[in-house]
């Protein structure tokens, strides 16, 4: 007899510029996807309505065309969580602070309700993905509008004593403009590599506001200020991964998040920052993520196929 839960699932992944939303089956086949922005612009409160609302018309999607409420919701969202009171504690990306998602979600649909932190979610679903090629642990970044990263051992994602593991976002580096970060900080890897950061150094250089991909394409090209910008967000990343390859020591790094998709792009010239930087032997491999920027959902649907067996307990 299968294991898994019958009925549909919901999951949603709530990230610092965009919420995304499916209905997936219970081995996570995709039925239905939607995705809106996050309204972080309108503040705290009006981002966390757009993630209930999310849920909400997704929730009326499945009833609507499968006819049944789910067997149980999903939710990872970005910041610093409390995955067992349920309670996305802060964001500097939003600025909400101790949001009971749980309670909130399982009130309205009265449903079991997962509930995690987006990077150690996405994580664990690229774990289960790359199992049995690069090995039992790994280290996920994902590289979008801020910067997380997770660490997963033996398929278990590591939340730290205090539910902080993996932010990497906020450690300080050499190059860049050591510019004030959200987080209070200033030259905190965010502010040199994200997509947010990207954006900011490039308009304050040029006077342009560009997205982050068009910088990319920019420095392809060879543009002068586009090819410093994308240059030092390389340099960056690969300090910090040096470093981090030296504390854990992860059969790979597998990259996410959006700036993720620059491919070759991104990927060549890292690999070969992290290969001259490394002291003992080859650094781990560098891989893309093979759920793309969908990474962070599929971990939602891990935390609703949890919450259907096991009702919803933290």
Same mark, same amino acid.
């Given at each position: 007899?299968?294991?898994?839960?019958?009925?549909?699932?919901?999951?949603?992944?709530?990230?610092?510029?965009?919420?995304?939303?499916?209905?997936?089956?219970?081995?996570?086949?995709?039925?239905?996807?939607?995705?809106?922005?996050?309204?972080?612009?309108?503040?705290?409160?009006?981002?966390?309505?757009?993630?209930?609302?999310?849920?909400?018309?997704?929730?009326?999607?499945?009833?609507?065309?499968?006819?049944?409420?789910?067997?149980?919701?999903?939710?990872?969202?970005?910041?610093?969580?409390?995955?067992?009171?349920?309670?996305?504690?802060?964001?500097?990306?939003?600025?909400?602070?101790?949001?009971?998602?749980?309670?909130?979600?399982?009130?309205?649909?009265?449903?079991?309700?997962?509930?995690?932190?987006?990077?150690?979610?996405?994580?664990?679903?690229?774990?289960?993905?790359?199992?049995?090629?690069?090995?039992?642990?790994?280290?996920?970044?994902?590289?979008?509008?801020?910067?997380?990263?997770?660490?997963?051992?033996?398929?278990?994602? $590591?939340? +730290?004593? #205090?539910?902080? &593991?993996?932010? /990497?976002?906020?450690? %300080?580096?050499?190059?860049?403009?050591? *510019?004030?970060?959200?987080?209070?900080?200033?030259?905190?890897?965010?502010?040199?590599?994200?997509?947010?950061?990207?954006?900011?150094?490039?308009?304050? $250089?040029? +006077?342009? #506001?560009?997205? &982050?991909?068009? /910088?990319?394409?920019? %420095?392809?090209?060879?543009?002068?200020? *586009?090819?410093?910008?994308?240059?030092?967000?390389?340099?960056?990343?690969?300090?910090?991964?040096?470093?981090?390859?030296?504390?854990?020591?992860?059969?790979?790094?597998?990259?996410?998040?959006?700036?993720?998709?620059?491919?070759?792009?991104?990927?060549?010239?890292?690999?070969?920052?992290?290969?001259?930087?490394?002291?003992?032997?080859?650094?781990?491999?560098?891989?893309?993520?093979?759920?793309?920027?969908?990474?962070?959902?599929?971990?939602?649907?891990?935390?609703?196929?949890?919450?259907?067996?096991?009702?919803?307990?933290?």
């Amino acid at each position: 007899m299968s294991s898994e839960p019958s009925g549909y699932l919901v999951a949603t992944d709530a990230g610092g510029t965009t919420v995304k939303s499916a209905v997936l089956r219970p081995d996570l086949s995709v039925v239905y996807e939607t995705r809106s922005a996050m309204l972080r612009e309108d503040g705290p409160g009006a981002a966390r309505d757009r993630v209930l609302a999310q849920v909400r018309d997704t929730v009326a999607w499945g009833r609507t065309h499968l006819g049944e409420r789910p067997r149980a919701i999903g939710l990872a969202t970005l910041g610093l969580v409390d995955e067992q009171a349920g309670t996305a504690v802060w964001s500097s990306a939003v600025g909400w602070r101790d949001v009971p998602f749980r309670r909130l979600v399982a009130d309205e649909h009265g449903v079991p309700v997962g509930f995690g932190h987006d990077i150690r979610a996405a994580a664990r679903a690229e774990a289960q993905a790359v199992a049995g090629e690069p090995g039992s642990s790994l280290l996920f970044v994902a590289l979008g509008t801020g910067i997380g990263g997770a660490v997963v051992v033996d398929g278990v994602p $590591l939340a +730290g004593g #205090h539910g902080r &593991a993996g932010e /990497i976002g906020h450690v %300080a580096v050499s190059v860049g403009d050591h *510019a004030l970060c959200p987080c209070g900080q200033r030259g905190c890897l965010e502010t040199v590599a994200s997509a947010r950061g990207i954006t900011e150094r490039f308009e304050m $250089l040029s +006077g342009r #506001h560009v997205a &982050a991909v068009d /910088i990319a394409a920019a %420095a392809l090209r060879g543009e002068p200020e *586009a090819s410093r910008i994308w240059r030092e967000a390389i340099e960056a990343l690969a300090e910090v991964f040096t470093v981090c390859a030296l504390v854990v020591d992860p059969s790979a790094i597998v990259l996410g998040g959006g700036l993720a998709q620059s491919g070759d792009q991104l990927l060549a010239p890292l690999r070969d920052l992290l290969a001259a930087r490394h002291p003992f032997g080859s650094p781990p491999p560098l891989l893309p993520a093979v759920h793309g920027d969908r990474a962070a959902l599929v971990g939602a649907g891990l935390l609703a196929r949890d919450a259907a067996r096991d009702g919803g307990r933290p």
